[in-house]
């Protein structure tokens, strides 16, 4: 398999040095079988088959799909990490913060091991395990949902990000009440 830039193409035989008779027009996205025979002529002569067509959809069109990908990125890492915030003791706040990014970071591992490493040869097939994994956590996530409690925070722990109060008589900031 050879990657090739579009434009028109004679192929050369490397053993004999010959190259074929008639030039032959390749695009991008588009997949090509070169069937290469001699006459009695000796003579290289190329037949080209087209297996798949070059795209014609536009890339541009990639964009709404990236953008409504952000935005729910965006709402799920916000929204899960201030419940995460507000529910985790006051001790662990930073370290749930870390195990968020960590779950984020392990997920991309996941993602970028099988489709690197070629496990699943279809990509529809790798698609539709993803979507069976994402599925699987969904379930997970709504066992865990149903079964949680809602944890109040005590009276001190409430205060404990307002330590830091501007005197109603003073704006400066080395003058605060703690």
Known sequence: M???FPTDYRIEDLVSGKQSVKLFDVHTTAVYTALLYTTDDNKL???LFE???PFTVHILWQTVQYALMTSAEML???TGLVFAYSQAPKRYKSVIM???LLTSAIGDLIVVFVAEARMIKD???EFVFFA???AFATFIFGFLAIHYKDRKPRADEADEDQQLILDKNT???DQLIQ
Do not use: G, N
């Open 45 to 47: 002569h190329t037949v």
């Open 132 to 134: 069976i994994l994402m």
């Open 76 to 78: 799920v890492s916000i």
């Open 123 to 125: 990509q529809a097939l």
């Open 51 to 53: 297996d798949v067509p």
């Open 98 to 100: 870390s195990a968020w």
């Open 2 to 4: 050879v990657s090739v």
């Open 171 to 173: 704006s400066e900031p």
